[in-house]
């Protein structure tokens, strides 16, 4: 996948990499990334020598038809492990689960501790769970990463993607030793997420959000609901109007109509007397 995949997309897209030397030439290590495109996890492992090992929601790997299925294919090719999601708690062990599988291998894990894309091209505040879980499990290495610009090459919805540049910031590793075996106090775990995501931001100068992706995604849609639902009644209002406006137009020719017909028989009824 490295040779069909990984390289003509380094020729098309010609990727700049920034701290490559912060990724170990062997041994585990945790890839925590800013997520802005669908195109993350194919730019990310293109640029890197080792395998990156990502999770990938079940659905990649059970859609019907022949889409489905060469999506499944290529999921499968580069090494994507499939999680159900359809249970948040059961999603989110599972994910641990696989994470720590993948680490106890000797090999790269990558994870975007957003959970999602990014909304609207800003870094959002990172899930405490699966990164900070995995990493004082495993006692690997949590290298920040911040990809740059591959928002505007493949934006939510688009196909085909633009054809420019996108950017890769490697940090160095952090260590969370410190913490080690306190991988259920929720306290630690919010203070090692929140570090890290404070690394990615300082990589990829976002504008920090202190909210969930998911939560400003609920929002996005609930305003442009609301714009919608309002643009209609707008449109209502105004057709009434229009209506109203046409009906009282029609009523009062009809009046003006009946009192012509009225002062002309008025007329003609003085004329024959």
Do not use: C
């Amino acid at each position: 996948m490295k040779v069909a995949v990984g390289g003509p997309l380094k020729v098309a897209f010609r990727p700049w990499v920034e701290g490559l030397e912060n990724i170990p030439a062997e041994g585990p290590a945790i890839l925590a990334s800013n997520h802005l495109s669908f195109s993350d996890s194919f730019f990310l492992p293109a640029v890197l020598d080792r395998k990156v090992t990502f999770i990938a929601k079940a659905e990649y790997f059970t859609t019907p038809g022949v889409k489905g299925r060469l999506t499944a294919a290529f999921f499968k090719g580069v090494g994507q492990l499939p999680v159900d999601r359809s249970g948040a708690r059961g999603a989110g062990e599972a994910a641990i689960r696989s994470g720590i599988d993948v680490l106890e291998r000797g090999e790269l894990f990558g994870i975007y501790p957003e959970g999602t894309r990014s909304p609207d091209g800003r870094l959002y505040r990172g899930k405490p769970g699966g990164l900070a879980r995995v990493a004082l499990a495993t006692g690997a290495p949590v290298i920040p990463v911040a990809m740059i610009d591959t928002e505007k090459i493949q934006p939510p919805g688009k196909v085909v993607p633009k054809l420019m540049r996108p950017g890769i910031r490697i940090g160095k590793p952090l260590d969370f030793g410190r913490y080690q075996g306190m991988e259920h106090d929720r306290f630690v775990l919010r203070a090692v997420t929140d570090e890290v995501m404070y690394e990615i931001m300082q990589l990829s100068g976002q504008e920090y959000v202190d909210i969930y992706a998911t939560a400003a995604k609920r929002q996005i849609a609930e305003a442009a609901k609301a714009e919608k639902e309002a643009e209609k009644a707008a449109k209502a209002a105004l057709a009434k109007a229009d209506q109203d406006q046409a009906d009282k137009d029609r009523a009062d020719k009809d009046r003006a109509d009946k009192d012509q017909a009225d002062k002309n028989q008025a007329d003609k009824d003085r004329s024959e007397s």
